[in-house]
């Protein structure tokens, strides 16, 4: 039943045959099964405005604004945390951050409430090494470094909103200015927190609610919710969170991504010494640096998967010498996971996602 030649005059006709039939057996609506045919190598952001009597499929004039304009800031703030976590970039946003958002498209407005969909790639290869023998060193493959950015600037903006909800949201407490600080590692920054609040203090939106679809033909990102849901209420505590953000001491921590290519460490020793392959300014570089001994054995175990990683810390890149890092994190990417991740029961889950905290926990110390 699939068409093959677009240019068919029946091709429209064969393709609503397909979707119907397809939803009529998945118990589904045609729309939703054609929806799901077209983002097969996208991720959808949602960005929903919510008011009853206010909002439907129209939305009032200054909201409506509010809203494309935070999808402009969310995009380029999560762009930003990916390359480097600040809580404050103001007029140092990294040039790759405003690149990308002017890149980013968007889709037709959606029914329900007033939806925007945010659409990036979703399509890369899962092959890090440019050799299929397993004897082989990894090599950093940078084509496929840089078709990951778009997923990775997504998984970042869907964990920094995570913790912004649970900050502003649900929790019973308004955040301390160590709560405050302690998120810039996970990607909450003072653009960020603009994003979210520039919408609600409109006074025409009782919900701001952020939804994310991964696309079906990738792996999906690690342990993310796919939902995050501010009330108008949440303006204050998020405007709060800003302010601290705004005028806290600059500290910049610089993320990449990349595979190990080299692990090594002396008996007796309480380190390992890690070589990574990573993507820096549209570059292959080769960065060393120490990992205490559990989280040394993670990076083992990683560079034996060739499953790509992040490490954050603070990069030194001295003329004609081999970069270092002095690192605060380090963990497998978290755009994606493997197979058996994902055919992992919840609770088995939930104990790698503690263990990986742990483990970045040793990694700071």
């Not at 909450?188 to 927190?193: G, H, I, P, Q, Y």
């Not at 990102?221 to 303006?235: C, I, N």
């Amino acid at each position: 039943m699939v068409p093959k030649v677009e240019s068919a005059p029946d091709y429209p006709r064969m393709m609503r045959g397909l979707t119907q039939e397809l939803a009529r057996i998945e118990g589904r609506s045609p729309d939703q099964v054609r929806e799901d045919m077209a983002r097969q190598f996208l991720d959808i952001t949602k960005l929903r405005a919510v008011s009853e009597g206010e909002i439907d499929d129209t939305i009032p004039l200054q909201a409506g604004i509010a809203l494309f304009d935070s999808a402009k800031r969310l995009v380029t703030a999560s762009a930003a945390s990916t390359l480097m976590r600040q809580g404050n970039f103001g007029r140092n946003m990294p040039k790759r951050a405003i690149r990308h958002a002017r890149q980013v498209r968007l889709g037709h407005t959606m029914h329900g409430s007033y939806i925007i969909p945010i659409i990036s790639r979703a399509r890369s290869s899962d092959v890090q090494s440019d050799s299929d023998g397993l004897d082989d060193q990894p090599k950093l493959n940078l084509a496929v470094e840089e078709a990951r950015f778009d997923r990775r600037v997504a998984t970042t903006m869907a964990h920094a909103l995570d913790v912004l909800e649970q900050m502003a949201v649900t929790r019973d407490r308004l955040p301390s200015t160590a709560d405050v600080h302690d998120a810039v590692a996970e990607g909450v920054s003072r653009e960020l927190c603009d994003a979210v609040s520039q919408v609600l203090m409109t006074g025409q939106v009782d919900s701001y609610d952020i939804r994310f679809q991964w696309a079906p033909a990738a792996t999906p990102p690690r342990l993310l919710t796919d939902r995050s849901v501010f009330p108008k209420e949440a303006v204050r505590v998020v405007g709060e969170i800003a302010s601290t953000l705004r005028s806290s001491e600059r500290i910049e921590e610089q993320v990449i991504f990349g595979i190990v290519t080299s692990c090594s460490a002396l008996l007796n020793e309480g380190n390992g010494r890690v070589v990574v392959q990573a993507s820096i300014g549209g570059r292959v570089r080769t960065v060393k640096f120490d990992l205490d001994w559990p989280v040394f054995g993670l990076a083992s175990r990683y560079m034996a998967e060739r499953r790509p990683v992040f490490v954050r810390g603070i990069l030194h890149m001295p003329s004609g010498r081999q970069a270092t890092m002095d690192v605060s994190a380090f963990g497998p990417d978290p755009s994606t996971m493997t197979l058996d991740e994902v055919l992992e029961p919840p609770e088995i889950a939930v104990a790698l996602r503690e263990d990986a905290d742990g483990a970045e926990g040793a990694a700071g110390a």
